[in-house]
């Protein structure tokens, strides 16, 4: 449930900052501490305010003439504040300064349209021809040429995020009525476009979006008063280009006759947004209104008009929604709980009650079962929901069972579809995300592309599989093809990503992995698209651009190419890190490598598969484990920086199995003797080391107990005798 609370009054606004599309304010940006905006106008002035005590704090303005054309926004790493006004003039000041004509000077060489500032990644700076670069590197060279990428298409929004230790900028163009979204990873130095996916006679109004676990969720308000929401997996083929984002409807705006006209939204958390706009009901003057709503159960949850007309512009920070009213600028507190009907019908689910399965293993099923699967798995549900006391709950079940039904039979339908005609339709029916049974439902697509690929060995929708994987929470039993076909198909990335979201891998198919990821040549891994952020902070990346010509085949695979492109024997090649020690595999294989080291195993199952490792490969693998240990021990808390980084515990956990599994073959071999050699020593100079700690542990706390000792009160008791 989602409820508004008290509001006031933070300021009055000036003559530019009026109702209407057009006035208000150009943004409000937090600021340097918590309870802290930042207020830029549509002229000349920032303003910085307390929240809390609806008092300004400072107020800063550029000379007359020059009109700011960038809100100002605060460097959380230096509590300066950065601004840009006549479209290429940088200024940044700290809260001492007055005079901003006396701050520091910047004159670039292209037109700036947002600055995004992250709390642990410092300012990006997005230009108006698309280009983005880091504060810090803009600086060094104000007049940097500034590439521009997106022609003719104008910018509509930008935001920027965190993800882990990398920044990530998405923005969404505009031209000719068509829709562009760009997403770039700055450490990467990566930039992915896609069309946004046209819908009849609406466009989108206004966008928003978040990140959580490697997925971009764009929300777009339309001018048919719906919210769409849009899935961007951040790894992708970076050999496709202008791929189109299909879309699914996440709210109507729509309650009791009365359709909300938006301008602008925002997200509360998963299961809230709050809408700005006009409420319009047949036969009565449309109301501008503030509106809560919740997206699970499609519900207006609260609402408050606003008489005096707003701009149409609406910001939230700290659960307090601020926007124009009339001719003030007005704060609402809010508060969201989280959705659960049974909840609000008193009826929590029973502890004791066990969990109704609705999982089958599509791997024993041929294609003309699925119906008869769908079927028993539907009945399973309607039984589970006869317990239930709510008969309008037990309609919906039973409406929405031809639904079911009708899964089953589309997979029939297409079974000898063209392969363009296929993927759409099971496109179309991922796109259906309150679908009943939808876990089901993905394995039971999944099931049908791996069909296919068996069939066709030519076939392979590697961005496709990417995608579901990416999106959706999957599982290895859910889906056990996908990873033996990717493994035939010798798909690294996706075996990479198999491993990072798949918790219940068997131990045979992360040794299959293992051993693929350590065959590979370095050569091919350069080609393509591996998720490098568990090594891009303790590991040098070198780009090799050379271009390689390919045979162009059916989706882009060639069952051929695999003579050129696997690689048994050990590379020769290393790459020199800053401190002076060799990887003695390149960033990508680390990259996969570290993929297997976070998968979960059982040392049972896992040591016999260990024991047919090729040598040579199992050299290779204690190569990279004793360096990754080397880089650890670097460091004082022995943590790797980076994304899903290796720890030293299951560092050591894998060295000590592939030692069990190859201790005689590691001695015998002339190779493995130095590395043995420096392996024992390194281990006994560590060992020394905590000892030499322990030492100096227990000194330390011998002369802080004696110190305790003195600082004790003590007291005495002394007779006197008179005589």
């Not at 001018?223 to 790894?235: F, G, M, R, T």
């Not at 007005?330 to 909840?343: F, R």
């Not at 791997?363 to 699967?373: C, P």
């Amino acid at each position: 449930m989602a409820a508004l609370c008290g509001g006031f009054t933070l300021c009055g606004l000036g003559p530019s900052g009026g109702v209407g599309l057009g006035g208000g304010l150009l943004a409000l940006e937090p600021g340097p501490d918590p309870d802290h905006v930042l207020l830029t106008d549509r002229g000349r002035t920032a303003t910085l305010f307390k929240v809390s005590d609806q008092k300004p704090l400072g107020c800063w303005s550029v000379k007359h003439g020059q009109i700011i054309t960038c809100p100002v926004v605060c460097n959380f790493e230096t509590h300066e504040y950065i601004a840009v006004h006549d479209d290429k003039v940088l200024r940044i000041w700290k809260n001492k300064d007055i005079n901003l004509d006396k701050v520091f000077k910047a004159t670039l060489s292209a037109d700036v349209y947002r600055i995004h500032s992250l709390p642990n990644g410092g300012p990006v700076v997005l230009f108006k021809g698309g280009g983005v670069r880091t504060l810090d590197v803009l600086l060094e060279a104000p007049q940097q040429e500034i590439e521009n990428i997106i022609s003719d298409e104008v910018i509509k929004w930008s935001e920027a995020f965190m993800e882990g230790q990398q920044p990530v900028l998405i923005f969404a163009t505009e031209k000719d009525g068509d829709f562009f979204v760009y997403v770039q990873k700055l450490k990467m130095n990566s930039l992915h476009k896609y069309k946004l996916e046209q819908q009849e006679l609406s466009k989108p109004m206004s966008f928003t979006a978040y990140i959580k676990n490697q997925i971009i969720t764009l929300l777009c308000l339309y001018s048919n008063d719906s919210v769409y929401k849009v899935l961007i997996p951040l790894q992708q083929n970076t050999e496709e280009e202008d791929q189109i984002l299909s879309k699914s409807l996440l709210l109507n705006l729509s309650v009791s006759g009365s359709v909300l006209k938006g301008t602008s939204f925002v997200v509360l958390d998963k299961d809230h947004v709050a809408v700005l706009g006009s409420l319009a009901t047949s036969g009565e003057e449309s109301k501008e209104c503030l509106t809560i709503w919740n997206t699970k159960f499609q519900t207006l949850q609260t609402s408050k008009e606003l008489p005096l007309g707003t701009s149409g512009q609406l910001w939230c920070y700290e659960e307090k929604f601020f926007f124009t009213h009339g001719k003030v600028l007005t704060v609402i507190m809010y508060k969201c709980e989280t959705s659960s009907l049974a909840a609000a019908v008193g009826k929590l689910k029973d502890s004791q009650t066990p969990d109704v399965s609705s999982f089958v293993n599509w791997n024993t099923l041929g294609d003309e079962e699925l119906v008869v699967s769908f079927q028993s798995q539907q009945s399973v549900a309607l039984k589970s929901e006869s317990r239930m006391t709510l008969r309008s709950k037990r309609n919906t079940v039973a409406k929405v069972q031809p639904d079911t039904l009708s899964v089953g039979q589309l997979l029939l339908n297409l079974k000898d579809a063209s392969t363009t005609a296929f993927e759409d339709e099971l496109r179309q029916l991922m796109s259906k995300a309150q679908m009943p049974d939808f876990q089901a439902t993905i394995g039971c697509v999944i099931t049908a592309l791996m069909n296919r690929c068996k069939t066709n060995p030519k076939y392979y929708p590697r961005s496709f599989l990417l995608q579901i994987v990416q999106t959706r929470d999957l599982s290895y039993s859910l889906c056990p093809d996908l990873m033996a076909v990717a493994l035939e198909k010798k798909d690294v990335h996706l075996l990479q990503i198999c491993l990072q979201r798949f918790p219940d891998i068997p131990e045979e198919i992360t040794y299959a992995c293992l051993k693929v990821f350590l065959s590979i040549s370095e050569a091919y891994l350069q080609r393509i698209d591996v998720n490098l952020e568990s090594v891009i902070c303790y590991i040098d990346i070198e780009f090799n651009n050379k271009e390689v010509k390919t045979e162009i085949v059916e989706n882009g695979f060639n069952a051929e190419l695999e003579q050129d492109i696997w690689d048994t024997k050990v590379t020769k090649e290393t790459h020199l890190m800053t401190d002076g020690e060799f990887c003695p595999v390149g960033p990508q294989k680390a990259a996969l490598l570290n993929a297997i080291l976070h998968s979960a195993y059982s040392e049972t199952f896992l040591l016999p598969h260990l024991k047919n490792l090729p040598a040579q490969q199992a050299v290779l693998f204690l190569r990279y484990l004793y360096y990754l240990y080397v880089k650890c021990s670097e460091k004082i808390n022995t943590t790797l920086p980076g994304i899903r980084s290796p720890t030293i515990n299951q560092i050591m956990d894998w060295m000590c199995l592939l030692l069990d599994a190859h201790f005689t073959v590691m001695v015998m071999l002339p190779e493995a003797k130095e590395l043995l050699s420096n392996l024992h020593k390194f281990v006994r100079a560590q060992v020394r080391f905590y000892s030499e700690l322990n030492k100096i542990e227990g000194s330390l706390r011998e002369l802080q107990r004696l110190n305790h000792q003195k600082d004790s009160q003590t007291y005495s008791i002394e007779v006197l005798e008179l005589i």
